[in-house]
């Protein structure tokens, strides 16, 4: 059997101490490192005066985990720069957000030149080779230049853009070229590998062939992956003793009031401004049922070397304010808002607790949130989910009230039809959106990466013509 490498730019492998906050997508790429006795490798999360290439190597949890410190300027160009203020904007379709610096486009070569400097010595020619994210897009090209021949796949977490955005990055050509070093490509939904097949067949004169594409005298492999959480982990968690202490001191300070909730990562992607003006606009429109309701919204800071990000808090600072000094009343606050991080268990108390999830991202490769929610409710009493319909996970959670999350009507309406609907309605929409949600973990989702990665024959083709 293979070994498995997995790169990735922050590496979260748990420790085995009852880690609190390591999400499910660590705990199953952990998982799956210790059966292919594997190697997670990625920034260490510290910065050096001087690039030395040196590893830090230890062992987690039956991990091997291999990381490197990079330099302020790299994190500033790479990380801050063209990683979260060029590509992430863009493929989540904020071009008014987008930095076109040159210099972010040289850091972020640079950093991949050195990840792959850094890797290339560990790597033995049967490893398996996986790489994820947008920080990381020309790693495989850089390896190619080091004479790695291993098979290197490549997932995108988060959107492909329309083929009109993408052409809008300038060199947009060349990275999307380094994309044919690796020997699979795999997105989120077919949407996403739409987009991209679509661009390399109009800018690149690409052709298809099965589930091949042809390009730049390369054949590469794409397909749709979509990200699963661990649900039967989430289910047990839910019932767990911190959860149930989080979920009845939940209980006690709603004093039998409606909670709704959404958990975000502080991102301008996530629709949080846009969330509070629907539930403002539910608030407003509905006098007789407003103070049955409390709307709480955990968001843990994120990116703060990025001024967009400190922009977006302040904004959500004010926008909460003035919702409860419009509404609030002495024994009553519609909203309470949070930028603290929770341990897992006790988000799965909160999920449940709550009878309605806003879920409303203007753009989401997948969101796990969602997911997250199904999996913790109480079967016999399950809350409704509330989900945009430009998130990944609606491709796969059709029984969740969708909505435009741009439109505060909507998120209006779709509170008010969640806060009526019966037992009955709940019970049937939540059932299916659980069986997808068990079926399609994360565990399913890895396997099924691994194994197309795996079964890929004929490595780093040139084409003959
Ligand atoms: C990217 C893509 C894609 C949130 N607050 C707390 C906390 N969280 C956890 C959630 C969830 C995770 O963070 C967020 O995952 P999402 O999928 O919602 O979003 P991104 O961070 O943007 O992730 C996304 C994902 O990659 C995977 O491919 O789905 O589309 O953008 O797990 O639970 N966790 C803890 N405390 C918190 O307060 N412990």
Request: hydrophobic letters at 40%; glycine letters at 6%; a negative charge.
């Amino acid at each position: 059997m293979s070994r498995l490498i997995v790169v990735s730019n922050r590496v979260n492998a748990p420790t085995g101490k009852g880690d609190e906050t390591v999400g499910g997508l660590a705990m199953a790429l952990s998982a799956a490192l210790r059966e292919y006795s594997g190697l997670w490798f990625g920034w260490s999360g510290k910065t050096t005066d001087k690039f030395t290439g040196e590893l830090n190597v230890e062992r987690c949890d039956g991990v091997t985990v291999a990381t490197l410190d990079l330099e302020e300027t790299d994190l500033n160009e790479y990380y801050n720069g063209y990683a979260n203020k060029t590509l992430w904007p863009l493929f989540h379709y904020r071009q008014d957000l987008t930095a076109y610096d040159r210099s972010y486009g040289e850091g972020y070569e640079r950093v991949n030149q050195r990840f792959a400097e850094t890797l290339a010595p560990l790597i033995e020619p049967d490893d398996l080779i996986w790489v994820h994210d947008y920080h990381l897009i020309p790693l495989a090209r850089e390896l190619r230049k080091l004479g790695v021949k291993n098979r290197i796949g490549f997932y995108l977490h988060i959107p492909w853009p329309a083929h009109q955005l993408m052409v809008t990055l300038p060199g947009h050509q060349k990275l999307v070229q380094s994309l044919f070093d690796y020997d699979l490509v795999g997105f989120q939904t077919a949407d996403y590998r739409q987009a991209f097949e679509e661009y390399v067949l109009t800018e690149a004169k690409g052709v298809m062939v099965g589930s091949d594409l042809r390009a730049f005298g390369r054949t590469v492999k794409v397909g749709a992956f979509p990200i699963g959480v661990d649900a039967a982990e989430f289910a047990e968690m839910a019932k767990s003793e911190r959860a149930w202490r989080t979920y009845n001191v939940m209980m006690a300070h709603t004093a039998f009031r409606s909670l709704i909730i959404g958990v975000d990562r502080l991102d301008y992607s996530k629709g949080l401004e846009e969330r509070l003006a629907g539930f403002e606009h539910f608030l407003a429109h509905n006098p007789d049922v407003r103070r049955e309701v409390l709307f709480l919204q955990i968001a843990p800071v994120s990116r703060e070397g990025v001024e967009a990000y400190q922009e977006i808090r302040a904004r959500l600072d004010s926008l909460s304010g003035r919702i409860n000094g419009e509404y609030a009343d002495i024994d009553w606050n519609p909203v309470r808002y949070v930028n603290k991080t929770y341990r897992r268990d006790e988000l799965a108390g909160v999920y449940r607790a709550a009878r309605v999830a806003l879920v409303t991202p203007l753009r989401d490769g997948m969101n796990l949130v969602a997911k997250e929610f199904v999996a913790a409710q109480n079967p016999d009493d399950p809350g409704v989910l509330i989900l945009s319909r430009f998130a990944g996970a609606a491709d796969q959670l059709k029984q969740a009230l969708m909505v435009n999350p741009n439109s505060p009507e909507e998120i209006a309406e779709a509170l008010k039809r969640a806060l009526a609907m019966d037992l009955s309605e709940r019970v049937a929409r939540w059932a299916e959106m659980f069986e997808n949600v068990t079926r399609e973990d994360v565990n399913a989702w890895r396997d099924a990466y691994v194994g197309a990665l795996s079964d890929v024959r004929e490595t780093h083709t040139a084409l003959a013509s």
